[in-house]
């Protein structure tokens, strides 16, 4: 029987990181469903940061799985772009976003809601359910669902988790240890959603993403060219051209000397392919199309020209 008790979610104002809960009949999920579910918050995520941090990357990590019925602990790291001169500090309020974005819409789906929009806060009501949103994040859920891709990404996760019976519903907590949410939102309202969402342009089979990180040399290539040094990034080898005139003007000029073990600090493009069948992106090929600076490893070893011309 369901309880009479006031059910209350209050939207985080600063939040680094989330825990999504998928209620399952089991403490199991299906990888294509967590998968998809997981890629569309980090694409909305993503699309939403792009709007309000201006100059700032993001990355999303899953950093935990609970159990509970099932549950992924997601971080938002924000990194400052190397050229960016502003001194506005991040506002870490994507995940709020998100969350938001799909309360409003399972109270969509109920018929009476009050609506009471305050200076500090936004409160949704319908019977025994409320939620409380802070009015930052209120309006910047605005400016997000003007984003195609903000909408897009969020009509995968939703069409991702929808489709999958053994979820019975879906919610956000702050803690991947914590209750279940207060308000979880059933299977049923979810397929609802789902149909009623405004469909957007499917997308694309490839696509570019760029991001600022480090990447640590294994193979360097000394000649201007199509060529692909090698790269320790993440922990994984990945190969690719440095497309940088600046980057090879400055090498020639101060006679630099580099070696393995050494790192750049760099702008990489990556190339992506979707798979059609879960609606995933993964990395098929990448490209330094920015190189803002090189450290050093202690010992130094000096580069030898490349004389050959055949791509790697």
Request: hydrophobic share 40%; with cysteine.
């Amino acid at each position: 029987m369901e309880s009479d008790a006031l059910r209350v979610v209050k939207i985080s104002r600063t939040d680094a990181d989330v825990v999504i809960h998928f209620e399952t009949r089991a403490e199991r999920i299906n990888a294509y469903t967590l998968a998809s579910a997981l890629v569309g918050i980090a694409d909305a995520a993503k699309a939403a940061n792009g709007g309000i941090n201006v100059g700032y990357d993001i990355e999303i990590v899953v950093e935990a799985i609970g159990a509970g019925s099932f549950r992924a602990q997601l971080r938002a790291i924000y990194t400052k772009s190397l050229n960016l001169f502003s001194s506005e500090p991040v506002r870490a309020i994507v995940f709020g976003i998100v969350s938001t974005f799909l309360y409003e819409r399972y109270f969509a789906t109920k018929e009476p809601i009050k609506v009471t929009v305050n200076t500090d806060e936004v409160v949704i009501e319908h019977e025994k359910e409320k939620v409380i949103i802070p009015r930052q994040v209120y309006d910047a859920t605005r400016n997000a669902e003007k984003n195609p891709q903000f909408v897009r990404a969020m009509n995968k996760t939703v069409s991702s988790i929808a489709q999958d019976e053994k979820v019975i519903g879906v919610g956000f907590v702050h803690d991947v240890k914590g209750p279940v949410p207060e308000i979880l939102i059933p299977h049923v309202a979810l397929e609802k959603i789902r149909d009623e969402m405004v469909l957007t342009p499917e997308d694309p089979p490839t696509r570019v993403i760029e991001e600022n990180c480090d990447l640590q040399i294994v193979k360097a290539i000394l000649d201007r060219s199509a060529r692909k040094w090698e790269f320790i990034w993440r922990g994984v080898k990945i190969s690719a051209p440095i497309l940088s005139d600046r980057f090879f003007e400055e090498f020639y000029a101060h006679d630099i000397t580099i070696a393995p073990g050494d790192e750049l600090s760099v702008k990489l493009a990556m190339k992506q392919e979707r798979d059609p069948r879960i609606g995933v992106y993964t990395n098929v090929g990448y490209e330094v199309i920015e190189v803002y600076h090189h450290v050093r490893h202690m010992k130094q070893m000096r580069l030898e020209e490349s004389t050959t011309t055949a791509k790697d």
